[in-house]
C-alpha cells in the first residue's frame, strides 16, 4: 500500500511542479491560466496520498499542515478562475488553524519538540503553506518556500524510507527553479 501511496501522491506533486513550470512558460494568458488550473487541481487530487503517508509514520505536522493546506490550494484554484479577489478569506483562517492543530497534536504526543523529524517537519510545514499561500496570490517569492518545502520533505522521505517521494522531491527542485527562473525573466522583461 505504502508504493501505491508513493506513486499517487509522489506522480500528482510532481506533476503540480511541471504545470507550475509551464505556466511560467506560457506565452499567453488563457495559457497561463490553464496551466495553473491543472496545477492546483492535480495538487489537490495528490493530497490525500500524501497526508496518508504523513499519518503513517506520525508526522502530525505534515499531516495537519497538509490538510490545512487544501483551502490554500482551493485559493490558488478559485484564483486561477476566476481572478484575484475572489477568494474567500474563510480558507485563509482555515489553513492558519490546521498549522497550530497540527504543532500541538505533535507537542502533545511526542511531548515538545523532541525528534529531529519534528523540525524536518516544521520546514515542510513553512515551505509548503508559505510556497502555496505566496503562489496562490501569483506571489513569486512562494518559488522560494517551495524551495525549502521540497528539500525538507525529500530529507524527511529518506530518513522515513519512503525513496519514490523523496526521488519525487528532488526531481520537483529542477521546476520549481525552472518556474522561478521564468517567473524571473518575464517580470524583467515587462519592467524593460
Known amino acids: 500500500m505504502h508504493t501505491v501511496l508513493q506513486i499517487w501522491g509522489g506522480t500528482a506533486y510532481l506533476l503540480h511542479k511541471i504545470c507550475l513550470s509551464r505556466a511560467e512558460r506560457s506565452a499567453n494568458h488563457a495559457a497561463n491560466r490553464r496551466w495553473r488550473l491543472c496545477s492546483w487541481t492535480v495538487y489537490l487530487a495528490g493530497l490525500p496520498a500524501w497526508v496518508a503517508v504523513f499519518l503513517a509514520e506520525r ?25 484575484h479577489g475572489s477568494e474567500p478569506r474563510w480558507l ?37 503553506l508559505m510556497g502555496t ?5 501569483d506571489r513569486m517569492n512562494g518559488y522560494f518556500w517551495f524551495l525549502l518545502g521540497n528539500v525538507s520533505c525529500s530529507t524527511l522521505m529518506g530518513i522515513q524510507g519512503y525513496h519514490i517521494l523523496m526521488l519525487q522531491q528532488g526531481v520537483s527542485l529542477a521546476f520549481v527553479i525552472d518556474a522561478y527562473r521564468m517567473r524571473r525573466r518575464n517580470q524583467a522583461g515587462q519592467r524593460a
Open 59 to 83: 508526522n502530525w505536522i505534515a499531516a495537519t499542515v497538509e490538510s490545512g493546506g487544501a483551502p490554500a490550494l482551493v485559493v490558488g484554484l478559485i484564483i486561477a478562475l476566476r481572478g
Open 133 to 137: 499561500y505566496l503562489l496562490a496570490k
Open 92 to 128: 485563509d483562517h482555515l489553513a492558519r488553524f490546521a498549522v497550530v492543530l497540527g504543532l500541538g497534536a505533535s507537542l502533545l504526543d511526542f511531548g515538545g519538540i523532541t525528534t529531529v523529524n519534528q523540525l524536518i517537519e516544521l520546514a515542510i510545514a513553512a515551505g509548503f
